[in-house]
């Protein structure tokens, strides 16, 4: 069980973490804008959006992994098994690494083959640190948990300052020296679990193969789901990068970045919340999806409000790329559609055992927001439009997955109040342009601000007290 300090000692770790990381976030994604050239920029952004999908590559092993053994305690774990689990999943990184390199041999040099092979290289960087990652999290290390989170970003910043005294502007060195800061993340995790890394003797054949087998049919829809999840919000960024010219992208993806810093702080809780709701009754789980869910709708169109800060920073210090402020506000309601999806329907579906119908639901609409986005991309090339589509799929996807989870408690709940704050955003944004949406907007938020204060005071003591 957690306690109550247990569970805010773990908050307050990851939630640190994450304010290390969202300050230095701030720093990388306003200075490499600035320096490089938007082509440039275009490329780094292009690497660190097929970065997001190399999880696919372990192909849900090491979710399957923390879906069965969450809840334990480093101790209680078998070690041969997971010393076993470790010379897998490396043995596994580097043969399937190998065979994308030699595919990639054939392709013509250029910018877009130097991507995907950096990508590639990263591949078992990612495995062998999620391996890693998962155990601390699962077995509720969130000291060492919350160190590697911030770590890589710390060494990029550190190696940012020489990189910009000696003027250089080659996008790849960036990319070179972010592969580097994660290798050195991976020492540091190996050092967290010295007695899995190097404990020397795995289990027997016979015995690993079921083992390998169970983490993989439960995993792999899982990490599925998350992949297509994914897409589901980044979407607009696939059917651009694929239309338009690399200057396009370069534009829009830097307005994503704006709003991505801002999701780290939601997401940040996702980390403490599975394993905290692993350790609920049935009857504390239900109250805490209702509470968190209503908890999530205000703090989601409270955070709109950040649009309005972000918009004159742009105009004045990021002048050449003013053309994303056609747009930009059709950005920002994706922070509630992620953050919604992360913090609620992904944990509620696993406490639950919904996988599967998560999975499903994250195909199905993922392949009606690409068709409908690339239709619309295709035959307007308007960045607007895509949005909007984009936006519209999403609405339903979230709408759907509350839908069935609410199903599952026996509840007829159906909160609109997001909906609302996020078409009385985008209206006004559309129709009055930034300084009346502002004012129209700020009274919105106001009102909701006293909503959350008013109905949510207990939110915190559903998640305690299971611990007292």
Request: include cysteine; aromatic fraction near 18%.
């Amino acid at each position: 069980m957690i306690g109550q300090k247990g569970f805010f000692k773990n908050i307050l770790m990851v939630l640190s973490s994450n304010l290390i990381v969202l300050g230095l976030g701030v720093v990388i994604s306003f200075a490499l804008p600035l320096y490089l050239s938007i082509e440039s920029y275009g490329y780094w952004q292009l690497y660190n959006y097929y970065l997001g999908f190399v999880g696919l590559f372990m192909f849900g092993f090491s979710d399957g992994m923390n879906l069965r053994f969450a809840g334990n305690s480093l101790k209680d774990l078998n070690s041969s098994l997971f010393q076993s689990f470790l010379r897998f999943t490396v043995s596994f990184s580097l043969v399937l690494s190998l065979i994308l390199l030699a595919i990639l041999s054939f392709f013509p040099s250029n910018d877009y083959k130097t991507i995907f092979f950096l990508v590639i290289l990263n591949i078992f960087l990612f495995n062998v640190n999620g391996y890693f990652i998962h155990l601390n999290q699962m077995t509720l290390r969130f000291k060492q948990y919350s160190v590697a989170n911030s770590m890589e970003r710390v060494l990029f910043i550190l190696f940012l300052v020489p990189l910009f005294l000696n003027n250089i502007r080659d996008y790849s060195v960036y990319i070179w020296i972010n592969i580097l800061c994660r290798m050195l993340t991976l020492f540091y995790n190996i050092s967290t679990l010295k007695e899995v890394a190097f404990y020397k003797k795995g289990v027997d054949r016979p015995t690993l193969i079921p083992e390998l087998k169970a983490n993989f049919l439960v995993g792999f829809p899982l990490t599925l789901a998350s992949i297509c999840s994914m897409l589901m919000t980044t979407m607009p960024r696939f059917v651009i990068s694929s239309l338009m010219s690399i200057t396009a992208f370069g534009i829009f993806s830097f307005g994503s970045a704006t709003i991505n810093l801002v999701i780290q702080i939601i997401l940040a809780m996702s980390t403490v919340f599975y394993p905290t709701l692993k350790t609920m009754s049935n009857e504390q789980i239900k109250k805490s999806y209702l509470q968190t869910k209503k908890l999530l709708s205000v703090v989601g169109a409270i955070t709109l409000l950040t649009y309005y800060l972000v918009y004159p920073l742009i105009q004045v210090f990021f002048k050449k790329y003013i053309p994303v402020l056609d747009y930009l506000y059709l950005l920002f309601p994706t922070l509630f559609y992620q953050s919604f999806n992360s913090l609620i329907i992904s944990n509620f579906a696993r406490v639950l055992r919904l996988e599967k119908k998560y999975f499903f639901s994250n195909l199905l609409f993922m392949g009606i927001n690409f068709g409908f986005s690339y239709f619309v991309g295709y035959s307007t090339h308007s960045i607007p439009l895509i949005l909007i589509s984009s936006l519209i799929t999403m609405q339903l996807w979230i709408s759907y997955g509350e839908a069935y989870i609410s199903k599952e408690f026996g509840i007829a709940s159906r909160d609109w109040l997001a909906l609302s704050s996020i078409v009385i955003f985008c209206i006004s944004n559309f129709l009055f342009g930034y300084y009346i949406s502002l004012v129209i907007y700020f009274i919105v938020a106001l009102l909701y601000g006293f909503q959350l204060f008013k109905n949510h005071k207990d939110l915190l003591s559903r998640f305690t007290s299971q611990g007292e």
